[in-house]
């Protein structure tokens, strides 16, 4: 199966500052079927990218995508207060699909 | 727009039964893949299981194979997740969610507490 190892686990930001997070892959997503989504204290998780680099419908453009591979990246230009929550990557490209551990972005 | 809602979660004790459901609405069910996570308490998340449309298709994670069986009624728009032989570690919050490449839509998931 293929591990996500998502980097740090916490990030201590401020707001207005950037934020970007790391996701790398155990081996390579051929596809590049990487999505991130993002998670608040008792609500499902929002998918925000999809296919390494595509914004969902709805994601706001402070929030990019990057990476191919093994390696990718998501990046928030400019944290707004809602921004801070809890982002996964999650790899569709290999069966059993995998979650990364995730990387909590925290005042 | 598109509304996912489960249910069927409870307290059941360790090697029983329960039957998950999600009921779906505001998109057009049968042309979409269905999905399955979960999340224990405090934790990430787990994929489970996916479904084709036509149910054609199915795929379980290791971790629930043979235990787990995914089905669904595309007449009435719903989702099932029957779970067998439960244990303490399947405790966690079920998630149904649209599609699969990736899932875009999610529930808000029901609640399976697995103790004695």
């Known amino acids: 199966e293929i591990v996500l190892t998502q980097s740090p686990g916490t990030l201590s930001l401020s707001p207005g500052e950037r934020a970007t997070l790391s996701c790398r892959a155990s081996?390579?997503?051929?596809?590049?079927?990487l999505a991130w989504y993002q998670q608040k204290p008792g609500q499902a998780p929002r998918l925000l990218m999809y296919?390494?680099?595509n914004g969902a419908t709805g994601t706001p453009t402070r929030f990019s995508a990057s990476g191919s591979g093994t390696d990718f990246t998501l990046t928030i230009s400019s944290l707004e207060p809602e921004d801070f929550a809890v982002y996964y990557c999650h790899q569709y490209d290999t069966s059993p699909l995998t979650f990364g551990g995730g990387t909590k972005v925290e005042v | 727009q598109v509304h996912l809602v489960e249910s069927g979660g409870a307290l059941v004790k360790p090697g029983g039964s329960l039957r998950l459901s999600c009921a779906a609405s505001?998109?057009?069910?049968?042309?979409?893949?269905m999905t399955w996570i979960r999340q224990a308490p405090g934790k990430g998340l787990e994929w489970l299981s996916v479904?084709?449309?036509?149910?054609?298709?199915?795929d379980y994670a290791d971790s629930v194979k043979g235990r787990f069986t995914v089905s669904r009624d595309n007449a009435k728009n719903s989702l099932f997740l029957q779970m067998n032989s439960l244990r303490a570690e399947d405790t966690a919050v079920y998630y149904c969610a649209r599609g699969v490449y990736p899932s875009d839509y999610w529930g808000r998931g029901t609640l399976v507490t697995v103790s004695s």
């Open positions: 505001g998109f057009s069910f049968n042309d979409y893949y």
């Open positions: 479904i084709s449309s036509g149910s054609t298709y199915i």
């Open positions: 081996q390579s997503l051929a596809s590049n079927y």
């Open positions: 296919d390494a680099f």
